[in-house]
């Protein structure tokens, strides 16, 4: 054990290094996010030759140290919320899940994306961004590049959308309710879904956010499902086992939901573990940024963004449709 931690410490320490300013900058810049400060100071810091001894720590921290990270984003769940916000807006959440999958799956196709990138720009546009990127990321066995690939779309829809979402809802005079349950079903990082939600107004934001919350949970459906059809993909029916292919993490998230929901712990406490979780998100998204080579990334072109674009689009002209056939305006 003393062995296995003395291998990985110096690679871990390398990475909280980079990552404390990238929190910090993070907390500054809250629109732009610590994840992606940190996936760019680690591609900044990988044109730098460094020494073997770091390899194992930044590969256990980009892996199972992001696993611990989803596990404690579960403490800022509350279940009870998510059925205050009631059946109209999962219903919402199902056609704008739908209309993220198939339309990624078509222009995917005809721009002959990989498809792990494809399934993570759609994951990261349908559910929460880059939370979702990072818990779907280890489960459909994805790499350095499709990661930072991913990331670095979802974050240009992001900035996008603070700044577009509320002037539409104005232009077609929306409700608070109606944006609040918009900006929660349509952005898709928390961050830009507070800001833009509070820039509509207050009540909007709040709504926004709850709504945003809830969408989060569609992360465990969502990773069970890939987990399986992964596992079929690249094993004999004969082969196949499902315990070996589970993804135990997303139980872990469930607990842990489940034990911010009741109070077991202090709601200091589950604000300490949910802001470790995040940093933890930070370190895991540095890491892939060291082995990502920032050449290749910018060598891939403008096809990613294309789908992004399309996965967008898609889940914001849905999620106002069935609000309107819904009338929540």
Known sequence: MNHKIAKIFPGIFLVAFISIPAWYFGKLFPIIGGPVIGILLGMLFAVWKRPLIFDNGIKYTSKYLLQTAIILLGFEMNLYNVLKVGSQTMLIMLFTLSAAFITGWLVGRSLKLQENTTTLICVGTAICGGSAIAATAPVINADEKEIAYSISTIFLFNIAAVFIFPLIGH???????????????????????????????????????????????????????????????????????????????????????????????????????????????????????????????????????????????????????????????
């Open 171 to 329: 232009i077609f005079g929306m409700s608070d309710t109606g944006f609040g349950m918009w900006a929660g079903t349509a952005i898709n990082d928390t961050s830009s879904v507070v800001a833009a939600g509070y820039s509509f107004s207050d009540a909007s934001g709040s709504l926004a956010t709850i709504v945003k919350l809830t969408r989060t949970l569609m992360i465990v459906p969502i990773t069970l499902i890939l987990s399986i059809y992964t596992a079929k993909k690249s094993a004999t029916n004969s082969s196949f086992k499902f315990t070996k292919i589970f993804p135990w993490f997303v139980l872990g998230f469930i607990l842990t939901s489940i034990i911010s929901t009741i109070g077991i712990l202090s709601v200091e406490t589950c604000k300490f573990l949910v802001q470790a979780g995040r940093f933890l998100i930070i370190m895991a998204m540095t890491a892939i940024g060291l082995n990502t080579n920032l050449k290749q990334l910018i060598g891939n072109g403008i096809k990613p963004i294309l789908l992004g674009l399309s996965c967008w689009f898609a889940v914001a002209s849905v999620s106002l449709i069935v609000q309107y056939a819904l009338h929540l305006w």
